[in-house]
């Protein structure tokens, strides 16, 4: 098993950044990749960036390319999200994920998912 405890959330005016963090504990050696998914209100959750545990490849959503940059410190075990260039319609409740051989946009690839982190964009 692995646990993943989101941090980070807030309240942040259009054109802002937010940081957030993902801590991961338990079985972290079979972690093959660590993403995040976005959902907002009344909409399903979506793929928003990916990474890859041993080598830091990277995977983005079209909607935050450019905007957003996933990255990982393996010997903090923890995965971060910088989100730059805020907009309104990147309010949703943020989860961090980890997968053991999944890497890509598919929520059913990822084994492990953390409670969620609320991030809220004001225009």
């Known amino acids: 098993q692995v646990q993943l405890v989101e941090s980070g959330g807030g309240l942040m005016q259009a054109g802002g950044s937010l940081g957030l963090s993902c801590a991961a504990s338990?079985?972290?050696?079979?972690?093959?990749?660590m993403a995040w998914f976005r959902q907002a209100p009344g909409k399903e959750r979506e793929f928003v960036a990916a990474?890859?545990?041993?080598?830091?490849?990277?995977y983005y959503a079209d909607s935050v390319k450019g905007r957003f940059t996933i990255s990982r410190d393996n010997a903090k075990n923890t995965v971060y999200l910088q989100m730059n260039s805020l907009k309104p319609e990147d309010t949703a409740v943020y989860y961090c994920?980890?997968?053991?051989?999944?890497?890509?946009?598919?929520?059913?690839?990822?084994?492990?998912w953390g409670q969620g982190t609320q991030v809220t964009v004001s225009s």
């Open positions: 994920a980890a997968g053991d051989s999944y890497f890509g946009p598919a929520s059913r690839g990822y084994d492990y």
């Open positions: 338990g079985r972290t050696r079979s972690t093959y990749a």
């Open positions: 990474v890859t545990w041993s080598d830091g490849r990277t």
